[in-house]
Each structure stands twice: as C-alpha cells, then as structure tokens.
C-alpha cells in the first residue's frame, strides 16, 4: 500500500531541514505573484525563482524535478514562469529533459485572463530521457482539477508515469501541494507521496484526496470545476490573429 505523509508547513524551511530527500523525485506548482499581496512582481519573481533552485537542489542526481506552471498576464505583460524555472535550473547546473504544453484553452480561442496553456518542465541532474519512451509534448487536456490553482489529473499522470517509467525513484515529493492532486496520482500509480502545504484546510484535503475509477473524490467543488481542463467561455480566434 503506497504512503501518503501530509506536513502543514513552510515550504522552503521544510526544504531546508530535509536536505536532499533520497529516493525521490518532486513534481510541484509554485505559487503565483497573487499569493504574495505584500511583494512588488520583481520581488516575486526573485522569490519564485530561489524557491525553484531549492526545490531543485533537494532532488538526488537519480530523481527529476517537473514544474506544472501556468504564466500569468499583468498589466498588459506576460509573466514567464517557465522562463523563471529555467532560470533556476541554470544557476542549479540541472538539465532540462523536456518541456511539455498542457493546453487549459482550446487551440485557436483567445482566453482574456489567464494563459491558455499551462507548462510542463522536467530537469535532472543524473536522469536522461530515453527518446524512444517519448510521450506527446502538447497535451491537448489539463484533465480534472479540484480548485482554479490545481494541476490538471491527466498532467500528473504524465509527470508520474515518467517518474516510475524513467528514474529508480519511488517517492514523490509536492512541497507546494495544495489539494494534493499530485500526491493522490501518485499513490495510484503505487508511489509514495509527501506532500507540503501552508494552507490547514488544503493540507487537510490533501490528506484525504483520491484518485478512484479515474476520477478525483472528493468530488469537485461547484463554481470552481473545470471540465476536462478546458475552461469555459474562451472565445474562437477571428482568422489570421494569434496570441501569445
Ligand atoms: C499553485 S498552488 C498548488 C496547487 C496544487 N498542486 C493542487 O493541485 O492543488 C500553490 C500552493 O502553495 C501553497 N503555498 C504558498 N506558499 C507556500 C509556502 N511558503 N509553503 C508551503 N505552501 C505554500 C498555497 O497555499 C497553494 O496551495
């Protein structure tokens, strides 16, 4: 029976008494600028980045590290958050094995608030992706999601499967982990989980989250749902304009 251990704590000082975590890989979603009210974007994005290099140095050269990150648009700027992990990985000497788009709009709709698409960023220091195990680099379906800020269930899975496929590492660590959604895949692919979390109620729900007959239970929550990862009210693009 695969462990789940849950810690209501601080993310980054967790990490810092951990040390490099054995055994483990770690797929997480870093917190957006909007979580942080009292840090201007430039301050955030000092934060965002340190927070990747340590959840990065807290791998073993046999695990890897995947980032589920949505970029954000801020004043008529767009928010790279993808460009923020690779920043981090630079500075930790990690390689990047792959990167992968998780669609959260259908191809070809304009979306007015958030990105249309998410990302999906793997690195290792010792890992290297056999070429001829590749699986899609643009997945057309986030999957289900318990909350707005979730990682979509099909996006977890492709990151856990990698994981058991790919690495000797058999724990999956999420020290940002929310609702858990990554930790409950995990578990039912038969990995073990350890999750982080700041939030009391959302470490209760990770405690409890699971994945049974391919779906998330508890189920999801009304007004926050999304269905199949593709949002509602994205609008079909006129021809010959594109974003992003
Ligand atoms: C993008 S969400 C993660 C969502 C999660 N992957 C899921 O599927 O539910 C980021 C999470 O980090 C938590 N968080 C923010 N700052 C934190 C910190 N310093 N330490 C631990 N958790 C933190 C937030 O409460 C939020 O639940």
Request: glycine share 12%; hydrophobic share 40%; aromatic share 6%.
């Amino acid at each position: 029976m695969p462990q789940r251990t849950i810690h209501h704590a601080e993310a980054l000082a967790w990490l810092g008494e951990q040390g490099v975590i054995a055994g483990a890989s770690f797929v997480t979603s870093l917190p957006d600028f909007s979580e942080f009210p009292k840090l201007s974007l430039d301050e955030w994005k000092v934060w965002f980045t340190d927070a990747a290099a340590r959840v990065l140095l807290a791998c073993p050269p046999d695990g890897v590290i995947i980032f589920y990150q949505r970029d954000q648009k801020q004043a008529g700027t767009w928010v790279d958050k993808g460009h923020l992990v690779q920043k981090a990985a630079e500075r930790t000497g990690h390689a990047q094995l792959w990167h992968k788009i998780v669609c959260r709009a259908r191809p070809g709709c304009a979306t007015f608030g958030q990105p249309g698409f998410s990302h999906l960023l793997c690195f290792s220091q010792g890992v290297r992706a056999e070429v001829g195990l590749s699986t899609p680099d643009v997945l057309p379906l986030a999957g289900e999601q318990t909350w707005t800020r979730g990682m979509g269930l099909l996006a977890c899975e492709v990151a856990c499967r990698f994981i058991l496929d790919q690495t000797q590492t058999r724990t999956v660590v999420d020290p940002f982990c929310g609702h858990g959604t990554v930790l409950a895949v995990a578990n039912d692919l038969g990995l073990d989980a350890v999750g982080v979390e700041l939030g009391r109620k959302r470490a209760e729900r990770a405690r409890e989250l699971e994945v049974k007959d391919g779906v998330l239970v508890p189920r999801k929550r009304p007004g926050t749902a999304t269905v199949g990862g593709l949002e509602d009210g994205a609008q079909p693009q006129r021809s010959g304009t594109s974003q992003g």
